[in-house]
Structure formats: structure tokens, C-alpha cells
């Protein structure tokens, strides 16, 4: 059974940072792509960033790259997801998604368009709020 688990979330100011942290099981680590998503109040998920564990390539969307990070440790399970410079905008419930190592083409190709149609297996979200 696939587990996805986040932590890391909580509340930051402007222009702060916070580290994401998705800790997977029931899967080896390096045969899947991990997605991360945002999905803010009264608004629809978008992607934010995905990891294609194989081969280690990352994709982002748009207005998170140069200040977001994916990276995995698959020793530990776990992908992670730096985020600095934070946005108020940026506030929601971000999620992590397990897909096959083709599934970081969706938020390559459609950024925030990207509603994790290629992910089949979901963690239950971290609350990260940006507010002063």
C-alpha cells in the first residue's frame, strides 16, 4: 500500500522560507515521479514542482523557479521541496503525489494548469500559510 506523508508546513512571513518534507512507503522510491501541489482556498489544485526519481530530473512551474528546490534522498524515502521567498499568494495546503516517472510531463507542460491527473497516489497535505 502506497503512503504518502507531508510535514513541514506552518505559518511564515513574506519573504521566508520553510522546507517541505514527503516521506513515501509501499513503493521504491526510484521507479516513481513525486509531485508537489498547491491548492489555496476557494481555488483548484495547481502544480508547483515534481522530481522524476529515476533519473533525478525536476521540473517547475513558472513563477516557482530560481527560489524552489525539489530534491529526493532515497535512502531516507523522502522528497523535499525548499521553498524561499516565500509569497502571500502562496498560501494553501500543499500536497505531495506519487505517479510513474513519466508524470512530471504534466506540471512540465502545464505548471499551475497541472491538476495531478498523472498522479495516482496521494499524502493528505501541509498547511503552509505566508502572512505578517
Known amino acids: 500500500q502506497v503512503q504518502l506523508v507531508e510535514s513541514g508546513g506552518g505559518l511564515v512571513q513574506p519573504g521566508g522560507s520553510l522546507r517541505l518534507s514527503c516521506v513515501v512507503s509501499?513503493?521504491?522510491?526510484?521507479?516513481?515521479?513525486i509531485g508537489w501541489f498547491r491548492q489555496a482556498p476557494g481555488k483548484e489544485r495547481e502544480g508547483v514542482s515534481c522530481?522524476?526519481?529515476?533519473?533525478?530530473?525536476?521540473y517547475y512551474e513558472g513563477s516557482v523557479k530560481g527560489r524552489f528546490t525539489i530534491s529526493g534522498d532515497t535512502a531516507k524515502t523522502t522528497v523535499y521541496l525548499q521553498m524561499n521567498n516565500l509569497k502571500p499568494e502562496e498560501t494553501g495546503v500543499y500536497y505531495c503525489?506519487?505517479?510513474?516517472?513519466?508524470?512530471?510531463?504534466?506540471?512540465?507542460?502545464?505548471?499551475?494548469?497541472?491538476?495531478?491527473?498523472?498522479?495516482?497516489?496521494w499524502g493528505r497535505g501541509t498547511q503552509v500559510t505566508v502572512s505578517t
Open positions: 503525489a506519487a505517479g510513474l516517472d513519466t508524470a512530471c510531463v504534466e506540471i512540465e507542460v502545464l505548471g499551475v494548469l497541472s491538476r495531478g491527473e498523472q498522479f495516482q497516489a
Open positions: 509501499g513503493i521504491t522510491l526510484g521507479d516513481y515521479a
Open positions: 522530481i522524476n526519481t529515476r533519473d533525478g530530473d525536476t
